[in-house]
């Protein structure tokens, strides 16, 4: 969760080192942050719609255990009042039960809560998230060599069914920064044999060679939308919550808000609209990185003549060793797993997604 790991890093930092961000404005601009969600937040709590559908499909459609279910629906939370600027408000207004007898006494008495309502991004966010960690929690494979699978293998695998450790080590020497030996390939080769992502038999032509080929590739999808959660997401069970909400409690009432920034009105309709129809919607992140932290959702939409002005200005892009995560493209904005870097003429360092790397090397060679 690499915002809130730059979070507390940037926290622990200043706790450690004072004097270091006394005068540091992207920490100060944190500070106040965290300031408004302590005091906006103490009294709200977070409100998930689809937690009774998310739950009734997650035991059979995915192997996680019911304390990974636990940890992923609190994770959707936090996530929520994280970005509770850009998320619904969802307002209940309960009656005291005396309220016919005396209205004037009732109005005072009248209690009303506010929930962060949980949005589809929260759950795009965190699926994806726990899908990285838990592949290598469950093969228990080293991050690198999982690297090595995702990039060398199965892109070797695009080529041919089946392929050798030389073509493995040359499809890794290619794109790696980081070169490795013929010898150090065929270790993370037979990891991957022995979790069970590769198999292996001899070259019939050249019995002192291995051939390798990958196995169920489509099954090992990191992508929980093709799991189907995303048939969870439908106007009917949000309306159907609403209503049960409704119901649950004679006195009560519920109103929904754009935000808990903007206290507009807004119907149902329109927020399933905007925070559950689209099933590749961005994530709203606000990074401490940028001076330009803001409560409103940056949109990620940078039209293409934009995109390649950036790109010009990098005078180089390489793979980094050891960082690779989710990072946030300093080309298109929308936070991706990589590790691509780039390095603009005036040595600054940027995140560069595996989209934008290749929209710089190809204009590169254009340019050339
Ligand atoms: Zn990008």
Redesign the pocket.
Known sequence: MTEFQVLIGILTTARAYPWMSQHDFDYMLLEGYIHFLKNQLSEIKAVDPYAIKFAQAFPSRSPLSMRDFKHLTNLIKVSALFHFAQRPLVIRKIKPETAAEDPAANEKKEIEERYIMVTRHDYDFIMALWNNIQETTETSAPGHIIKFYHEAVEDAAKEKQEFTIEDLTEKWNSRAEDKKSSDAIRRWTAFLCSIGYLTSRPDPNDKRRQLFKTIHANQKSRNYTNLQFSSIFTLETLKAWLKEAEQIFAHNSLSLKESLISERETSIEELYNRHFLSETCPHANISPSTSEASLIEKSPKVDENG?INKLRNFKTVYWSDGYYGWHT??????T?L?SWQAENFKDEKVW??????E?WEKQQAGDA
């Open positions: 995109k493209c300093a080309v298109c904005g929308y991706k990589t560069l997604c595996e989209d934008c790397k929209a």
